[in-house]
Nanobody, 123 residues
């Protein structure tokens, strides 16, 4: 079973930047499609971004296109989410997950999840 640990979340002002990291517990990470989801207060979990095993294909929800970048370093078993031009509506707990299907926006297509990291954007 893959274990995922997210980090990098904190309080930041609107317009600021953060980079989230997600470290996987095993080397087979390099074969997995991965994704980032988030859950805002009082809302359901929503898709943010996804990436295929090699990093060559990426997918984003419309509201983060041009502001967020998903990437991975398979040598370090680590997934990243670079978030720029942050907005108060980006406030949420962010989760990384291992996907069965590349680029899926459905949380049910992801098998293993991290514990989440809190991102708070102040206005």
């Amino acid at each position: 079973q893959v274990q995922l640990v997210e980090s990098g979340g904190r309080l930041v002002q609107s317009g600021g930047s953060l980079r989230l990291s997600c470290e996987a517990s095993e080397g087979s990470f390099r074969y997995y499609a991965m994704g980032w989801f988030r859950r805002a207060p009082g809302k359901g979990r929503e898709f943010v971004a996804a990436i295929n095993w090699s990093g060559e294909s990426t997918y984003y929800r419309d509201s983060v296109k041009g502001r967020f970048t998903i990437s991975r370093d398979n040598a370090k078993n680590t997934l990243y989410l670079q978030m720029n031009s942050l907005l108060p509506e980006d406030t949420a707990v962010y989760y990384c997950a291992v996907g069965r299907t590349e680029g899926s926006t459905w949380s049910g297509a992801y098998d293993y999840w991290g514990q989440g990291t809190q991102v708070t954007v102040s206005s």
